[in-house]
């Protein structure tokens, strides 16, 4: 979002002049008691760019983001003119800086983990990209120090809408590599690097059929055309799974590649651990395997969940989707809970309103003050009924562009991601490697974050300052002793038991 208003000019300016309110003192107000507080939870929700520690305020920020914006850039271009046939006109490919992710992260690659290219068609024959991310043999886990054997859980990463590209998301799939995931992130059809058209009659250049009449959930008769439906996301996420358990034994079918260079299989594939999990959460989900995905990609994996068998865990980053949640905008049809789900959800959407407007949906806002059920309503509700053990995590300022490393621009709160990140890595733990549940029930947490130069921080996350005072933030799981469920974990009130 640019910042258009004078009062969102005057906000932005006060932030850079006196930092974004710590997280400690937002604890200590009610962010929709008077228009103070109010004012101090708008002003976080632009954390990233300005707090102490952001990207204003971090001295290496700027020069990292120069450098590696030229490398991507070029990089993608050299790439592109290449492949002549296979055009990605996004704007991932084509503005400068758009699908850099986070520059401080540089470097991670041999040193933390390892990221290996791939390309895959999906099954209109575009040509997808992406990258794989796995530990690094031999190196501990950075939070513990002991050895991370392999082979490993895995995960795919569907990203969001709205040209959202896979690099603003590599943070959170490198967080899970190093504590010993493989990660596949990708680029649906028609954003980021992934190409804009179908190969239907699967020859060298695009084709699709103007005239015939639209497949089933396509909006058109070119499948994947426009690139932002919900048919690409549900469809992404199901071609990029096929791909990630691919072998050289049972290889992936690339339909309509026509001579592109594609990877036959997964090249990580010996990493992935196939095999069967003899007591998982969810009867005859036995794959140690999850998915993840935001936005309109948070709606796809919420909906693939329910119909393939080889998904045991999910996580959807703004928002979870049970099936009539009143999300028109990330609405995918019907959606079946099946598996475990955490949903990690916004206070704002793209734009960061006062608490008048907050009636809506954070993607919708509406006249209005915040109805504090509004986050459990969207997705965990539905799992809970279902008796599928869920929770729902509502970061405080927090905006619907939390998941994504966008530079300089657009607004989210300092610690959103942290959080985020902590959250998922104790779901999948949880659900895919059998640790326990104590981790997701915790008041704090220690995170390592990028500061540059190849070094990471550690910083101390306290639930009670970094949750939402708006909306209930809620969990109900199997715990070692039972169930255990707490419908209000940020003391809002208003939540329902």
């Known amino acids: 979002m640019r910042i258009r208003s004078r009062a969102a000019a005057v906000l932005t300016a006060a932030l850079i002049a006196t930092g974004a309110p710590s997280a400690a003192s937002a604890s200590t107000t009610n962010p929709v008691g008077d228009l103070g507080s109010d004012l101090t939870n708008m002003l976080g929700a ?91 043999p031999g190196r501990p886990d950075p939070y513990t120090g002991e050895p991370i054997p392999g082979p490993f859980p895995g995960v795919v990463l569907t990203p969001g809408s709205v040209q959202g ?59 994947g055309v426009p690139f932002q439906q919900p048919a690409n996301f549900v469809k992404g996420t199901e071609d990029a799974t096929d791909f990630f358990f691919s072998t050289p034994s049972d290889p992936y079918p690339n339909p309509g590649a026509a001579g592109a260079d594609v990877d ?72 079946t809970p099946v598996v475990p789900a955490l949903g990690v959800q916004s206070e704002y959407g793209f734009t960061v309103t006062p608490a008048a407007l907050s ?3 954070s993607l919708i806002p509406a006249p209005g003050l915040p109805k504090p059920m509004r986050e459990r309503d969207s997705g965990f509700e539905g799992w809970r009924a279902a008796g599928v053990d869920s929770m729902v995590v509502v970061p405080r300022s927090s905006t619907h562009l939390e998941y994504t490393d966008i530079p ?56 009670a300052d970094l949750l939402s005072r708006r909306y209930c933030s809620a969990y109900d799981v199997t715990s070692g002793s039972g169930r255990a469920s707490d ?11």
């Open 264 to 335: 036959a299989f997964n090249p990580l594939w010996q990493q992935f651990d196939r095999s069967p999990d003899p007591s998982p959460a969810t009867p005859g989900r036995t794959s140690r395997f999850a998915i993840i995905g935001h936005s309109l990609g948070a709606a796809a994996v919420s909906k693939v969940q329910g119909t393939d068998d080889r998904v045991s865990a999910v996580v959807a980053l703004d928002k979870l989707q049970s099936g009539g949640d009143g999300n028109a905008a990330l609405d995918v049809g019907e959606v």
């Open 46 to 136: 632009y954390g990233r760019i300005t707090a102490p520690g952001g990207q204003l305020r971090n001295p290496a920020y700027l020069p990292a983001l120069i450098r590696e914006s030229s490398l991507v850039s070029t990089t993608q271009l050299l790439t592109q003119v290449a492949n002549p046939t296979r055009l990605a006109i996004t704007a991932g490919n084509l503005v400068p800086g758009w699908n850099v992710g986070n520059p401080l992260r540089a470097g991670w690659d041999g040193t933390r983990g390892r990221i290996t290219e791939v390309a895959f068609t999906n099954r209109y024959g575009a040509l997808l990209r992406g990258h794989v991310f796995s530990p690094l």
């Open 165 to 223: 590209s896979e690099r603003m998301y590599w943070w959170l799939a490198e967080d899970l590599a190093e504590r010993g995931y493989v990660v596949l992130v990708y680029d649906v059809q028609g954003q980021g690097t992934s190409e804009t058209l179908p190969h239907q009659n699967g020859r060298v250049f695009p084709f699709c059929n103007p005239l015939a009449k639209p497949e089933a959930t396509e909006l058109t008769p070119c499948p």
């Open 359 to 361: 009636a809506g949906s």
């Open 408 to 463: 300089l621009v657009l607004p989210a709160s300092r610690y959103g991601q942290d959080l985020a990140s902590v959250y998922t890595q104790a779901w999948l733990d949880r659900y895919l490697k059998h640790r326990s549940a104590a981790p997701l029930l915790a008041s704090a947490f220690q995170y390592l974050e990028p500061v540059g130069r190849g070094r990471w921080s550690p910083v101390t996350l306290q639930r």
């Open 487 to 497: 419908g209000d974990i940020g003391a809002v009130g208003g939540c329902t038991p």
